[in-house]
């Protein structure tokens, strides 16, 4: 038996519907203001308007996933947010830098720990649900 196995702390199931309910807030809040502080930096600067799609469609692709809480789209939306994290570590470090860019970085940090923490959850969830017979609730 492995030392991550022993060391694991077995949840019940009402704690770790607790969790995974938190943890589904806590992403989709961070979610929605990494989308409002990237689009309001766009809006109120010398960016096209038409570059709000381009910018912000990786990150919409992945909120039917992120409201269904899958296991998949989520840790898929974790790489993503690696990528919003370089860009916006750039943007707090030039000249022009802006108070949406200090909400983005919360927000992204936020929302990689979050899906992540989310991620291990709800496949812990789903797999005691699998084992039981029982359905989880959303």
């Known amino acids: 038996m492995s030392r991550a196995r022993r060391v694991r702390k077995h949840l019940t199931a009402a704690q770790l519907a607790q969790r995974v309910t938190a943890a589904r807030w806590l992403t989709l809040g961070s979610l929605v203001l990494l989308i409002g502080a990237i689009a309001s930096r766009m809006l109120s600067g010398t960016t096209s308007p038409m ?5 912000l469609l990786p990150l919409l692709i992945f909120v ?4 269904r809480s899958d296991p998949r789209s989520l840790a898929l939306l974790c790489f ?4 919003y994290f370089c860009v916006i570590t750039v943007r707090l470090f030039a000249p022009d830098r802006t108070p949406f860019d200090v909400v983005a970085m919360i927000a992204v940090v936020t929302l990689f720990v979050a899906a992540m923490l989310l991620t ?3 496949k812990q969830q789903l797999r005691d649900a699998d084992s039981t017979g029982d359905s989880p609730r959303e």
């Open 120 to 122: 291990r959850w709800r």
């Open 80 to 83: 993503v947010c690696l990528l």
């Open 64 to 67: 039917p996933g992120a409201w």
């Open 51 to 55: 570059m709000l799609l381009p910018a």
